[in-house]
């Protein structure tokens, strides 16, 4: 039944299509196309362009609502690099796209439901009987349903809303009184708990699952930007890395460059820094259990799970961190 609510909810998603194509090697570019989204862990994000200038490297930066279509994107070649979600190396290899590569994750924190105001989650089966608004085969969702199934609680013991498109969308609904919880991302989950029409049902983290993990996101490249633009890409990580490591030496920072990047106001900003942890959490072993997990869950129809440690460039982030 779980398999069965699981591959439902993705075709929804669209996520079961294979797309892949070709993406031709190129030669020596000083120019980097980015696909990235305004979300408080890449606030790195948007600091890098002046120092990358500096260096003789024209970072364009495309926006993106949600990392499936950032991978699309990279996939077709539109893109050198992309933030995505953890999953999505996986994926792309089970689809057969084996142009690209991960390079480092980006951060982590707790992550909890947001139920209705006044609704009290103790203990995961307490869902059971709720309508949880899920975004089917986004980052977090992926986190969601690894945690049910290590907690032994059917997929079917709630009622999943599919939602698609913005953050906000999930709030609406929440605020709206359609759904009992929702399974989002931040600004949206710490926006409901601050507006006073939600709250975090805290017994219920969802980041702790073996398979998937607490990873938020991760950078994905073209193969072929890894390979004609390395120089390129290599100057990219180490200007991310660095501003990477001022703003998680300092919380106020790190709330500016949220406000920054998100347009959000400062106590919002500033909430949301101080559970973020920004760093590559992420790892190829992570990944691998991952895709093994998923694929005997019907989630991913390969298991790709041995070709992971092909598909992962370390030494850009390991050179990057001085390693």
């Given at each position: ?6 591959l ?8 079961l ?39 003789g ?122 759904v ?30 073996q ?15 890894t ?8 100057k ?88």
């Open positions: 039944m779980f398999r069965r609510q699981v439902k909810s993705l075709a929804a998603a669209g996520l299509a294979a797309t892949a194509f070709a993406f031709p090697a190129t030669a020596q570019n000083a120019k980097l196309t980015v696909g990235y989204q305004k979300v408080a862990h890449l606030a790195p994000m948007i600091l890098v362009a002046d120092e990358l200038k500096k260096q490297v024209d970072l364009e930066l495309v926006e993106f609502v949600r990392y499936a279509d950032a991978r699309t994107a990279l996939l077709s070649g539109s893109l050198d690099v992309a933030s995505v979600g953890a999953a999505d190396l996986a994926i792309a290899l089970a689809n057969g796209s084996t142009g690209v590569v991960g390079i480092m994750g980006v951060g982590a924190s707790p992550k909890y439901p947001v139920v209705k105001k006044g609704m009290t989650l103790n203990s995961w089966e307490d869902i059971k009987g709720k309508k949880i608004a899920i975004a089917p085969g986004s980052a977090v969702w992926f986190q969601f349903a690894a945690t049910l199934i290590e907690n032994k609680i059917p997929y079917n013991s709630f009622t999943a809303v599919n939602i698609q498109g913005a953050g906000s969308n999930f709030t609406q609904a929440l605020q709206r009184g359609e009992d919880a929702i399974i989002t991302w931040e600004p949206f989950e710490s926006t409901a708990v601050m507006q006073g029409f939600g709250e975090f049902a805290k017994n219920l983290d969802y980041s702790k699952s398979s998937v993990g607490a990873e938020l996101g991760m950078l994905m490249a073209t193969r072929a930007a390979t004609g633009k390395r120089d390129a890409v290599q990219f990580v180490n200007a991310y890395v660095k501003k990477m490591k001022e703003l998680s030496a300092s919380k106020a920072e790190f709330a500016q460059a949220i406000a920054k990047l998100t347009g959000l106001d400062a106590a919002l900003a500033a909430r949301i820094a101080d559970v973020i942890t920004l760093g590559p959490v992420v790892t190829p072993e992570q990944i691998r259990r991952q895709a093994k997990a998923f694929n005997e869950l019907g989630v991913i129809q390969k298991d790709v799970s041995g070709e992971i440690e092909k598909y992962w460039d370390g030494d850009l982030v390991k050179t990057a961190m001085g390693g």
